[in-house]
């Protein structure tokens, strides 16, 4: 039973481990839209350019975008039929474990210095960011939104997986786009 017991913290943090790699994607689209119209794109700046996020960053999700698209047989064009735009929300996250058992563990306290006592285990800290990235995109001749996905999931401050952890957010959002196409 004891060893259960101490498991169980260990068993916590590989499922907090194995959520954090997965992106969560929702889409919404236009039901009225032929999506087989649209052959080619352009990014649309000025929904792009209201992205309050760095310009490393930005751009790293620009070129993601760009690979989806032209891996989907788009191609960018100075007259698009889709204008391609997105924005971006994050927050921070505090997980606190309290490692401390209670009363009637050995250690500092309680009965004097060493002995049975309180246990003064501190409770662990620790914070993450959360992101949802946007991607809209827009009938150029309409100027209305035909297609939207968003996916959510755990941002990486290491700059050596940003690229990969951005790519992974575009590409599973993008595996929606056309609506059907995924089924």
């Excluded at 992101?131 to 996905?149: H, N, S």
């Amino acid at each position: 039973m004891k060893k259960v017991v101490y498991m169980l913290p260990l068993i916590a943090i590989l499922l907090v481990i194995s959520s954090c790699s997965s992106v969560k994607v929702a889409t919404d689209y236009d039901k009225s839209a032929n999506f087989n119209q649209y052959k080619t794109f352009a990014f649309y700046k000025t929904g792009i350019d209201k992205v309050e996020i760095s310009d490393l960053d930005k751009r790293r999700i620009l070129r993601a975008i760009e690979a989806e698209m032209l891996s989907k047989g788009f191609t960018k064009s100075e007259t698009p039929d889709l204008l391609v735009s997105l924005f971006t929300k994050s927050h921070q996250r505090v997980d606190v474990y309290n490692n401390a058992w209670g009363y009637g563990g050995w250690g500092w306290g309680g009965y004097g210095p060493w002995g049975w006592g309180y246990n003064h285990l501190q409770p662990s800290v620790s914070t993450s960011s959360q992101g949802a990235l946007y991607i809209d995109l827009i009938d150029a001749d309409k100027k209305e939104l035909v297609w939207q996905g968003m996916g959510t999931g755990y941002l990486t401050q290491n700059v050596e997986k940003k690229d990969e952890r951005i790519n992974e957010f575009v590409a599973k959002i993008m595996e929606q786009y056309p609506p059907g196409a995924q089924q």
